[in-house]
T-cell receptor, first 116, second 113 residues
C-alpha cells in the first residue's frame, strides 16, 4: 500500500481564492509526522508546514494550514488567498520512526496553477 | 536560498561510471539527508547522517554509498551507473536528528547516457 496518496495530479485556483490539496497517509505507528513541501519550477524544495501525530491543534504557517484528521488519516493542505507565486508542485510527506531510524515517504505531488 | 549548497549543479556521465555528489549543510546543522527525485520513482529518501554517523537508511541501492565528514559536509557516491539512475539528487539538512524542518539544497541533476 502507498504510504502517502495525493489523488489530485493537477489543480487550478483563482487568484485570491482558497484551495485545498488532498493527502492521505497510511501508517500503523502512533508517533509520526506529516509535512508539506512546495517545489516551484526552479526545482528547489521548500518546507511549508509540519504536523505531529500528537498535536491536537491543526498546524498553521501564515497562509498555509494543515487540516489534520487523524481518524481519517488525512492531512490536507489549505492555502488561503492564493497568489500567482503559489503556482508549483506540492508534495505531502510523512516521517515514521522505525527500528532503522527515520523513514520519509513522499506522495506523487499535486501541480497547482493559480489563475489571474 | 536555504543555506545548503550542492555541487555540481549538473552532471552528465555514461553508464558504468562512478560519480560523487557533494553537499554542505547549513551552518550549525548536524544532520544531512539525501533524496532522489526521478520521473518514475518520484521522491525517495535515501539515507540520513547525523554528526558523522549513519542514522537511517531508506531506499538506497547497494551501488550507492554516502558519508559525512568531520566538517559535516556529506558526499553521495553512485557507482556502476545505470540509465535509471538519472534523477535530481537533493541534499537536505536540519539542526538536530529529529528536527521536523529540513532545508533542501538546490539539487544535483544527474544524467546517465
Amino acid at each position: 500500500a502507498q504510504k502517502i496518496t495525493q489523488t489530485q495530479p493537477g489543480m487550478f485556483v483563482q487568484e485570491k481564492e482558497a484551495v485545498t490539496l488532498d493527502c492521505t497517509y497510511d501508517t500503523s505507528d502512533q508517533s509520526y509526522g506529516l509535512f508539506w513541501y512546495k517545489q516551484p519550477s526552479s526545482g528547489e524544495m521548500i518546507f511549508l508546514i509540519y504536523q505531529g501525530s500528537y498535536d491536537e491543534q491543526n498546524a498553521t504557517e501564515g497562509r498555509y494550514s494543515l487540516n489534520f484528521q487523524k481518524a481519517r488519516k488525512s492531512a490536507n493542505l489549505v492555502i488561503s488567498a492564493s497568489q500567482l507565486g503559489d503556482s508549483a508542485m506540492y508534495f505531502c510527506a510523512m516521517r515514521e520512526l522505525t527500528n532503522t531510524g527515520n523513514q520519509f515517504y513522499f506522495g506523487t505531488g499535486t501541480s497547482l496553477t493559480v489563475i489571474p | 536560498d536555504s543555506g545548503v549548497t550542492q555541487t555540481p549543479k549538473h552532471l552528465i556521465t555514461a553508464t558504468g561510471q562512478r560519480v560523487t555528489l557533494r553537499c554542505s549543510p547549513r551552518s550549525g546543522d548536524l544532520s544531512v539527508y539525501w533524496y532522489q527525485q526521478s520521473l518514475d520513482q518520484g521522491l525517495q529518501f535515501l539515507i540520513q547522517y547525523y554528526n558523522g554517523e549513519e542514522r537511517a537508511k531508506g531506499n538506497i541501492l547497494e551501488r550507492f554509498s554516502a558519508q559525512q565528514f568531520p566538517d559535516l559536509h556529506s558526499e553521495l557516491n553512485l557507482s556502476s551507473l545505470e540509465l535509471g539512475d538519472s534523477a535530481l539528487y537533493f541534499c537536505a539538512s536540519s539542526v538536530v536528528i529529529d528536527s521536523y524542518e529540513q532545508y533542501f539544497g538546490p539539487g544535483t541533476r544527474l544524467t546517465v547516457t
